[in-house]
């Protein structure tokens, strides 16, 4: 069965770290449509949209730092973007609060939707700057330290 997201060279912004980070949210993806085929949506979707939120602001935190410190110059709008991920996130989880709609479906075809936009035309933006400023594309061992952090939060 194929994924709901494929990662390919084309999502890749030629970062290991960067990355290391969307895959972990394409994985999330993944596992939120995995559910809706299965029918366990609802088991799932709290759990998923809580993950997602928590993860986005890790990487969002160590993306907006990067811009930062590299003195990025489209470092207010992508941040912009950030935000509005955000607060679209929590809409999505008021609505799911609410009981009155499943957002699975929604919420799936949305992330899909936003992060593939937002990686291919927003973030591969940066990739030549942060490059130009030293930033090494490689990681320095075999593991996103970003992954051994997220995974320490959810207890594996």
């Known amino acids: 069965m194929s994924k709901f997201v494929e990662w390919s060279n084309e999502l890749?912004?030629?970062?290991?770290?960067i990355d290391a980070q969307h895959k972990v949210l394409v994985d999330l993806l993944n596992q939120m449509h995995e559910a809706i085929q299965q029918r366990h949506a609802t088991q799932v979707t709290s759990s998923i949209i809580d993950q997602l939120g928590e993860y986005t602001r890790v990487?969002?935190?160590?993306e907006e730092s990067l811009m930062r410190i590299l003195h990025y110059p489209e470092y207010e709008r992508h941040?912009?973007?950030h935000e509005q991920l955000i607060g679209q996130l929590s809409e999505l989880r008021a609505k799911l609060d609410t009981g009155k709609?499943?957002?699975s479906f929604?919420?799936?075809h949305f992330m899909k939707t936003w992060l593939t936009k937002h990686i291919m035309e927003s973030d591969k933006q940066y990739t030549s700057h942060f490059l130009a400023q030293g930033i090494r594309p490689e990681l320095s061992d075999d593991s996103s330290w970003t992954k051994r952090f997220w995974r320490s939060l959810q207890g594996s």
């Open 106 to 108: 929604e919420l799936a």
């Open 101 to 103: 709609s499943s957002v």
């Open 12 to 17: 890749s912004v030629g970062i290991e770290e």
């Open 59 to 62: 990487h969002f935190a160590v």
């Open 79 to 81: 941040k912009e973007e």
